[in-house]
T-cell receptor
């Protein structure tokens, strides 16, 4: 039982490049989330998915797209990376909705040059 | 505004002491509150959740909620060096909002 897994662990991009961050959970959770964490700012919600086939914007969605591929997988795409997107990205999941306890993956450290 | 405020610290306490971490929030309508612990370079992990006014105890940890004053706190009794981490307060405003965290150092 791996919990929440994320790939890659580290990534360096040049401005304008695109990439997709992958997240998968094996806990049969219904909801999945993408956060970014910047120094001094805490975790901020980018997008979330309450169920397969649905996605909703969080606090900071600009510059990102998401796909809930199936119940297990939730990907985050940066179409044209910018230095302001340098951050640590965490995926999380919960059995219920946003009121429920969230379990976090190990994170992806992204640097955009 | 959906704000969650924490003192960034660092908060330093000696081993065996009580560590007190505080968090204030801006929306009186919030119903659920969480404390997460995050070790350096790691992901957040849930310590406790609290939904009702009063105290909730779990081992060495006690969460306290006062909705009238809009604050939630975490007490760590008999602090250990292994408790040294950043503690994140989270408030559910319909989406989860996190504070920036308080860095705790427990000195042997």
């Amino acid at each position: 039982n791996a919990g929440v897994t994320q790939t890659p662990k580290f990534q360096v991009l040049k401005t304008g490049q695109s990439m997709t961050l992958q997240c998968a959970q094996d806990m049969n959770h219904n909801s999945m989330y993408w956060y970014r964490q910047d120094p001094g700012m805490g975790l901020r919600l980018i997008y979330y998915s309450a169920s397969e086939g649905t996605t909703d914007k969080g606090e900071v969605p600009n510059g990102y797209n998401v796909s809930r591929l199936n119940k297990r997988e939730f990907s985050l795409r940066l179409e044209s990376a910018a230095p302001s997107q340098t951050s640590v990205y965490f995926c999380a999941s919960s059995f219920g909705d946003l009121l429920d306890t969230q379990y976090f993956g190990p994170g992806t450290r992204l640097t955009v040059l | 505004q959906k704000e969650v405020e924490q003192n960034s610290g660092p908060l330093s306490v000696p081993e065996g002491a009580i560590a007190s971490l505080n968090c204030t929030y801006s929306d009186r309508g919030s119903q659920s509150f969480f404390w997460y612990r995050q070790y350096s370079g790691k992901s957040p992990e849930l310590i406790m959740s609290i939904y009702s006014n009063g105290d909730k105890e779990d081992g060495r940890f006690t969460a306290q909620l006062n909705k009238a004053s809009q604050y939630v706190s975490l007490l760590i009794r008999d602090s250990q060096p292994s408790d040294s981490a950043t503690y994140l307060c989270a408030v559910n405003y319909g989406d989860m909002r996190f504070g920036a965290g308080t860095r705790l150092t427990v000195k042997p």
